[in-house]
T-cell receptor
């Protein structure tokens, strides 16, 4: 049981390049999330998904796209990278427990992205 | 808009010196308040979820409490391995559980031997 995994761990891009970050979870969780973490800003929600084939915008979605073609995978795409997207990106999945859908999110190890 | 404010931003303690971290929040109907621990270069690690005012939870040297406006993370007789950044987050009732968490900026805790 690997939990939540992210690839790659590190990446350097030039402005205008594109890339895809992959998140995978083996816990059969329905909900998955992408956050970014910047110094002095805390973690902020980019996009999320409540199930296979569904996605929704979070707090800071501009410049990013996502896809959830398989339940276990959640992809985050940058079509044209900008220096403002330099950040550490975390994926999380949600375990729902009990009738009141109380939950705890499990986080991956992060992807450190630098855009030059 | 949901807001979470953590204080202090940084805290340096001697080993064995107990203290508390504060998390103040404003949310339109609290669904849950979460505490996470984050070590350098790693993802947040879940510690506690609190759901209603008056609730308390403990894990080893950590104890989390909740009121209607804030939460405290009490650290009793800390050890150097407790050094980390502690994150507080809230989830509102709106969204049916699907919305992500709103995080504070964290408290960077250093325990000196």
């Amino acid at each position: 049981n690997a939990g939540v995994t992210q690839t790659p761990k590190f990446r350097v891009l030039k402005t205008g390049q594109s890339m895809t970050l992959l998140c995978a979870q083996d816990m059969n969780h329905e909900y998955m999330y992408w956050y970014r973490q910047d110094p002095g800003m805390g973690l902020r929600l980019i996009h999320y998904s409540v199930g296979e084939g569904t996605t929704a915008k979070g707090e800071v979605p501009d410049g990013y796209n996502v896809s959830r073609l398989k339940k276990q995978n959640f992809l985050l795409g940058l079509e044209s990278a900008a220096p403002s997207q330099t950040s550490v990106y975390f994926c999380a999945s949600l375990r729902v427990a009990g009738s009141l859908t109380y939950n705890e999110q499990f986080f991956g190890p992060g992807t450190r992205l630098t855009v030059l | 808009e949901d807001q979470v404010t953590q204080s202090p931003e940084a805290l340096r303690l001697q080993e064995g010196e107990s203290s508390s971290l504060n998390c103040s929040y404003t949310v339109s109907g609290l669904r849950g308040l979460f505490w996470y621990r984050q070590d350098p270069g790693k993802g947040p690690e879940f510690l506690f979820t609190l759901y209603s005012a008056g609730e308390e939870k403990e894990k080893e040297r950590l104890k989390a409490t909740l009121t209607k406006k804030e939460s405290f993370l009490h650290i009793t007789a800390p050890k150097p391995e407790d050094s980390a950044t502690y994150l507080c987050a809230v989830q509102a009732h709106l969204g049916g559980g699907a919305d992500g968490l709103t995080f504070g900026k964290g408290t960077h805790l250093i325990i000196q031997p």
